[in-house]
C-alpha cells in the first residue's frame, strides 16, 4: 500500500542511522512495529493488581 506522508527527515536519518537497518521502509516498519509492541506491553502493565487472585492454585501441582 502507497502512502504519502511528510516525515521528518532528520528523525528518519537518525533512526535508520540508529537502528542499523538498510533502508527507510524497514527503518519506519520497525519503528512501527516497536510502537504497537509497547503500546500492548502497557495494557497488559495495567492490568497488573486489577485481576483477582485464585487462592486454590496450586503452583507446585502444575510442575509435574
Known amino acids: 500500500m502507497a502512502t504519502n506522508l511528510a516525515i521528518d527527515t532528520a528523525l ?3 533512526a535508520l542511522l540508529i537502528s542499523g537497518l538498510n533502508t ?3 527503518t519506519v516498519n ?3 512495529t ?3 509492541q509497547r503500546r500492548k ?3 497488559i ?3 497488573f493488581g486489577s485481576l483477582a487472585c ?3 492454585y496450586d ?3 502444575a510442575r509435574t
Do not use: I, S
Request: charged share 55%; hydrophobic share 30%.
Open 24 to 26: 527507510k521502509k524497514d
Open 34 to 36: 516497536e510502537f504497537v
Open 12 to 14: 528518519l536519518d537518525e
Open 45 to 47: 502493565v495495567e492490568l
Open 59 to 61: 503452583y507446585k501441582k
Open 54 to 56: 485464585d487462592e486454590g
Open 30 to 32: 520497525q519503528a512501527l
Open 41 to 43: 506491553q502497557r495494557e
